[in-house]
């Protein structure tokens, strides 16, 4: 496949926010995609085209509006499931953001699959998305939860995830990418040898699919969960994808409309998947915006922006890397996504955050939902650089300035 380069004028002409000044004279150089991405207006138009013309409830009605609301729905569906390889669309099913689709999993598979004193493991470096619900569900089933560590480099310790899953775990969850180190893990490999070990497994792809083609099948997970508001879409869109044996397997997760075929007073036959798991009114909005980002990431081409990012996060750790009193988390550049945290001696992460801000210039400070791996990394919070297609070697040149001047600020 040929790379196009990305022609940064027109992608960020798709972007309103990216055009506001933060102060007179002070643009916004948006570095916060990770927690968050702005917005194309595409997707905006798409959802206002909704509301405007089209609202009507999903799945329930015959009159014009409702079947017009329910092919853009069924549409984004559709849309989602090439975007990520998923071989029926069926296995894509609509929740509120990656937190619910992790959530589902271990509310439905675990419930009805662990017993006490099964095994689950955990990567020390996830969000606490993946990471609270296997703690809640443990804490009901009297589970034991394994973590597999973080190494020096930022990686994940490979060894002992053989050992690991010598000890025959019954699912292993970790991330496609770090939202702190940026570290992109080898998932292909360690669902095949977790298959191998006849363990499911969950992949948080939150900071994999806004950023890197990626293709569900060729993983080989058994569950893969995102969110649509950190790839151009909408908040309140995400998605869990699932083996479509498994999903048929699972009980349903919320009861209420849409997820039944029938129901009695004495009790209820569930419905088909998807809509097994999707109780209740949709957020029929924000699948339809999740829909319209995918095909605008998709026009762009995912190589291309992956490519980008990468020479973005070359870029900036050559540039933060001279900065005096520095310390860049994570492995080289070639190993990571688009994701740079760092801390500087003697200055609090909120200063920096703070400081830059006068400069227009948006990083996250914190723990970043990953307090166990700020544990590790003996901090209790960084500063976090990100950055997506639209950012640009300009902006940063503005970072690192910015940095530079909070350390002189604070000698
Ligand atoms: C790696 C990772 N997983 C899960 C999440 C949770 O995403 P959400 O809050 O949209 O559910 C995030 C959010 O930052 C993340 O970075």
Redesign the pocket.
Known sequence: MSLVELDSGKIRAEFPALSREIRPGVPLVYLDT??TSQKPLRVLEAMERYYRWHNANVHRGIHTLAEEATAEFEGARTKIAEFIGAQDSREVIFT?????A?NLVAKTWGSSNLKEGDRIVVSEM??H??LVPWQMLSAEQGLEINVLPVTEQGELDLREWERLLNKEPKIVCF?H???VLGTLNPVAEMCAQARDAGAVSVV?G??SAPHLPVDVRAIGADFF?F?G??MCGPTGG?VLWGRAKLLNEMPPFLGGGDMIKRVQMTGFEPNEIPYKFEAGTPSICEAIGLGAAVEYLESVGMESIWKHEQELISYALEGLGEINGITVYGPEAHKRGGVASFTLEGVHPHDIAQVLDRDGVAVRAGH??AMPLHTKLNVVATARASFYLYNTQDEVDLLVEGIGRVRDMFR
């Not at 509120?96 to 619910?100: H, L, V």
């Open positions: 990770t927690a509120r953001n990656a937190t619910e992790i996830e969000h998305s993946n991330t990418m770090s939202n948080d939150a900071q969960a969110s508001h950190k995400g970043h939902c």
